[in-house]
Antibody, heavy 117, light 110 residues
Framework: EVQLVESGGGLVRPGGSLRLSCAASGFIVKNNYMSWVRQAPGKGLEWVSVIYGGDTTYYADSVKGRFTISRDNSKNTLYLQMNSLRAEDTAMYYC???????????WGQGTLVTVSS | QTVVTQEPAFSVSPGGTVTLTCGLSSGSVSTSYYPSWYQQTPGQAPRTLIY???TRSSGVPDRFSGSILGNKAALTITGAQADDESDYYC??????????FGGGTKLTVL
């Protein structure tokens, strides 16, 4: 069974950093495209980043230069390193498989990031 | 900047049919945007319903269907049930690795 479990969320001050993890089971992360999607409280979903095979990465303009997506194949885990955090980064962060036919599948349950002083 | 548009809210009677749409602030949606649709209930992760315009994800009932209607992508729910009351999001693939979510439609079944 395919499963994604996010962790690493929490309360962080503006300007701080946080690294989110997404542990995968039932499939091999390095053989799949993977993505992060976030949802601010009471708001809609927002695509954040994707990592393709060969480790090509793309980012939403809102996080470009501050966030870095990566994966550790030995741990079968996806990461999102978030630096220079802002209040507007407060959101539930979901990881998902991003399929070759350009859609999101097998969503995790999310991890909450709160940026506040 | 491209904006993906959805109706903010819609209502449907139990057993009725409703069509939610997904458009572009500029231009027409085609299959080349690989439209996909997601259902989300409060406090839950999104659930994939439709991908590549009209392919149902595994386990999704056939009363959910996707299409292109005019210049928009569309999600049609036929025979709406109470537990279809959810938020529905579309996503369009813009190329160069970029996906854009619509603002979502809150569907009420009453």
């Amino acid at each position: 069974e395919v499963q994604l479990v996010e962790s690493g969320g929490g309360l962080v001050r503006p300007g701080g950093s946080l690294r989110l993890s997404c542990a995968a089971s039932g499939f091999i992360v390095k053989n799949n495209y993977m993505s992060w999607v976030r949802q601010a409280p009471g708001k809609g979903l927002e695509w954040v980043s994707v990592i393709y095979g060969g480790d090509t990465t793309y980012y939403a303009d809102s996080v470009k230069g501050r966030f870095t997506i990566s994966r550790d194949n030995s741990k079968n885990t996806l990461y999102l390193q978030m630096n220079s955090l802002r209040a507007e980064d407060t959101a539930m962060y979901y990881c998902a498989i991003y399929t070759v036919t350009d859609y999101f599948d097998n969503w995790g349950q999310g991890t909450l990031v709160t940026v506040s002083s | 900047q491209t904006v993906v548009t959805q109706e903010p809210a819609f209502s449907v009677s139990p057993g009725g049919t409703v069509t939610l749409t997904c458009g572009l602030s500029s231009g027409s949606v085609s299959t080349s945007y690989y439209p996909s649709w997601y259902q989300q209930t409060p406090g839950q992760a999104p659930r994939t319903l439709i991908y590549s315009t009209n392919t149902r994800s595994s386990g999704v009932p056939d009363r959910f269907s996707g299409s292109i209607l005019g210049n928009k992508a569309a999600l049609t729910i036929t025979g709406a049930q109470a537990d279809d009351e959810s938020d529905y999001y579309c996503v369009l693939y813009m190329g160069s690795g970029i996906s854009v979510f619509g603002g979502g439609t809150k569907l009420t079944v009453l």
